[in-house]
């Protein structure tokens, strides 16, 4: 099997940005978002889903965290389409159940090449590290549309936002882990072709 994984450089009037992911990583990273809570996230997604992943990003953080998150998601989700290639062999569909002190998070992905995202943040606070909860919700739907996936994120209980959106990445790690392992040949599809 090739090396999967792929580097993106995006430049815009509100951001700049260089990624680079090995799916087939150790969980390393090197991430400087210019938002210490999305390093820490990403950080966590990268390690539990054993990624190595470098990512720069310099953004309009003086207008706020908005487009620094969605472009970061974009170019992420960008870059994991291209570092999964044709896809043949995995797993496709995976999905981890995390506990984080008090709160409880699942998240179920397909990589079928269909973009969907369910997402309710009704318990989630309305501020987060910061930044309207609302952020969170425009990240993973980036993320979502740019991979090719179908992502469901159910936050099941609890009251710390922190908490609530490690649990999300931890789980979104995970079940990246499950879906991108390559335990069969051939496309991981009934009808014989992804999307």
Known sequence: MSTRSASIARNTKETDISLSVNIDGE????????????????????????FDLTLKCKGDLEIDNHHTLEDIALVLGQALSEAMGDKKGIN??????VPMDEALVEVVIDL????????????????????????W?????????????NLH???????????LLEGAFKALGL???????????????????LD
């Open 175 to 193: 079940a990246f882990k499950q879906a991108l392992s390559v335990e069969r040949k051939g496309l991981p599809s009934t009808k014989g072709s």
């Open 137 to 149: 919700r425009e990240f993973f739907k980036s993320l979502a549309f740019k991979a090719g996936m």
């Open 112 to 135: 079928s090449g269909r973009a969907y995202l369910v997402y309710n943040d009704d318990i989630l606070p309305a501020v987060i590290a910061g930044d309207e909860r609302d952020v």
């Open 153 to 163: 994120i159910k936050f099941e209980y609890g009251r710390n936002g922190h908490h």
């Open 27 to 50: 969980g390393r990273t090197d991430i400087s978002t210019g938002v210490g809570f999305a390093d820490h996230m990403l950080t966590l997604m990268s390690f539990w889903a054993g």
């Open 92 to 97: 496709r569909i995976g999905f981890a159940k």
